[in-house]
């Protein structure tokens, strides 16, 4: 029981890090758009997708390569995510999983491997599962992305809908990252449970570099940072 006692403070500790972490961020995202790359990624797609439209003849065709190159790192990562679930998922049916493995602290007993395992297997399928969506949201922008404006009665609609399709996809892509750097710490966690908080410290202090900026910010006027976050909010989803 004594050696149960750090996986019962630090694990969860680690995990409530990395969710606080991202609840930040997904308030940075909604409401200071200009402050983290997914918001200003996600403004710049929306004027990408405005300027492929207005001219399909001569944009089309970059316009599809872009988003099938997308499509391509979409299936790259659902391929690998699934690859790792089912070898995940041989080691829990193998019997084997732990034994030599070293540890320094932590549960020793068959349950928490299988729990540990099954932690890392969700991981995998939930990135294997976000990573499709984002296929299926890219595969449509890619047919919606070329139909002509000069046909369409309320052509701001239809370019707005194919904005918030690209968008979509994006954040699903995004999301099976995440669910793939979720899988770091909890790799770790086979080892004991410091080196499994230690890597969410770790793992949060790099994700706060990678998903903030401030450049973009700074050359905004704080009256249009405003307008831009509004609109942003309006199309989020």
């Not at 403004?43 to 001219?55: G, H, P």
């Amino acid at each position: 029981m004594e050696q149960q006692v750090l996986d019962f403070t630090l694990v969860p500790a680690g995990i409530l890090i990395m969710v606080a972490y991202h609840i930040w961020l997904l308030y940075r995202i909604t409401n200071h758009p200009t402050k983290t790359v997914i918001g200003i990624n996600a403004i710049n797609r929306r004027f990408w997708v405005q300027a492929m439209m207005e001219d399909t003849s001569k944009n089309g065709v970059l316009a599809v390569q872009t988003l099938r190159n997308n499509i391509m790192a979409s299936t790259l990562l659902a391929s690998t995510s699934i690859m790792l679930s089912s070898m995940i998922a041989v080691l829990m049916t193998s019997g084997h999983t732990g034994r030599t493995i070293t540890f320094v602290y932590g549960d020793h007993s068959k349950l928490g491997f299988s729990i540990k395992f099954f932690s890392i297997l969700v991981c995998f399928l939930v990135a294997f599962l976000f990573n499709v969506q984002s296929i299926r949201y890219y595969s449509h922008a890619s047919i919606l992305i070329n139909v002509p404006l000069k046909k369409i009665p309320t052509p701001d609609g239809i370019t707005t809908y194919v904005a918030r399709t690209v968008n979509r996809g994006s954040y699903f892509w995004s999301l099976g990252l995440r669910a793939f750097y979720f899988s770091f710490p909890i790799f770790l966690w086979i080892f004991g449970p410091i080196p499994m908080f230690l890597c969410c410290l770790v793992l949060v202090f790099l994700l706060y570099f990678l998903d903030v900026t401030f450049e973009f910010a700074c050359a905004a006027d704080p009256e249009d940072e405003e307008n831009v976050a509004a609109n942003h909010t309006a199309h989020i989803v």
